[in-house]
């Protein structure tokens, strides 16, 4: 498993690339987690089900909720 991050910035994702995280702190609150907790399940069970195909899922995307936080995103670890 690894981490990456970018940057709170004025430059856009693509003009900064991602950059290797050490340590991910998460703040949040027993709701957040949970939901966040259940978006991770559902993303390993779409890992088993689709393969080598499964490339990457946006907690924004899946859980309303999250639109205005910073994104999260499950990748393959093939994409690492």
Known sequence: MKFYG??????TVEETGPVALAEVTLCADPGELKAI??????CAEEMER???????LHLSDRIAQFETSPQFVVAAATLG
Request: hydrophobic letters at 35%.
């Open 37 to 42: 907790a259940r978006f991770l399940r559902d």
């Open 50 to 56: 689709i393969g080598a195909d499964y490339d990457h």
């Open 6 to 11: 970018y940057p709170l910035s004025d430059l």
